[in-house]
């Protein structure tokens, strides 16, 4: 293993959404809400949502495939694999495990990270450090979500919210500059009542009881939620780029955590930061949880609004509740190649 730390990029990335789309109008026959209601509140037009057949495994790989060919790299090549979901296909095996046989990943090892909406964020700051100390070379981090299987879907304060999909990246060593500069995470157990599935587990089996109170469903309480979202995402930011030495003038791309377009806004508007360099999607996926942030990242690069050297947060907040942050150069191998030992 190497002493020194070696700089951590993302060299790849992917996306998969269900084929089906759920949209406001559909919602409207469903429970009792309106487009307007939905558009003026959150921004979310429409979602997508897995199939009968669809788990979040089968997001997640179909993904990663895309992001390992965009890696330029083989499967074999895959050391580690973490999977940042909240809706696994089921509690064990961990849906990396899963994702790693399918994908044919023979050397990978494989686990899942749990931190709500943060949980990519989360899970790019550990399969990082193993690029960072040579552990690992090439490490793939997923985000996905079948959230649709979680929604009371009568209730509309929720069900109108979340969608499903999945996004990947590839990461592992980069140029010295280059990369990753910084990752901030913290957390505030107090507040997790604010957004808990209750039911099903250790501390409250699945009962008859359970089922008919709908606690397996996801429980919000989204006014409080809304104002801690607003602080910590732009806090969290300023901590990143305070940690790199950067001034917030010099931030010059920000993916947020796509939950509801007023807290994205809100951000924004506290970091000065003009919406043109801001990816927004949640129009279009509502919130996907844990996929939210690679989705997000794959859509803009792949729109060219990110270039190498560009100085771009990751940022999201979620159930914990947790939040965090990560600033990097941006390190873009289809224009640069790099060879793993050079450097």
Known sequence: ?????????????????????????DLERMVDTSDEWIRTRTGIRERHIVADHEAASDLAILAARQAIQDA??????????????????????????????????????????????????YALACGGQF???????????????????????????TCVLFGDGAGAVVIGPVPEGYGILATRLGSEGAGGPLLSLPAGLSRCPASPETVANNQHFIHMHGREVFKFAVKVMEESCLEVLQAAGLAPEQLDFLIPHQANIRIIEAAAKRLDLPLERVWINVDRYGNTSAASIPVALH?????????????????????????????????DHHQQPFEKGDG
């Open 72 to 121: 330029g790299i083989s499967v074999e090549e895959i050391d580690l694999i973490v999977v940042a979901t909240n809706s696994p296909d089921m509690l064990f095996p961990a849906t990396a495990c899963l994702v790693q046989h399918a994908l044919g990943a023979k050397k990978a090892g494989a686990f899942d990270v749990q931190a709500g909406c943060t949980g990519f964020i």
């Open 299 to 331: 859509e803009a690069l792949q729109a060219g609004r990110i270039r190498d050297g560009d100085h771009v947060v990751l940022v999201a907040f979620g159930a914990g509740l947790t939040w965090g942050a990560t600033l990097l150069r941006w390190y």
């Open 1 to 25: 293993m190497s002493e020194r730390v070696l700089p951590v990029g993302i060299l790849g990335t992917g996306i998969y959404v269900p084929e089906r789309v759920l949209t406001n109008r």
């Open 131 to 157: 690029v960072a100390t040579g552990a690992a070379k090439a490490v793939l981090v997923i985000g996905t979500e079948a959230l649709s299987r979680l929604v009371n879907w009568q209730d509309r304060n």
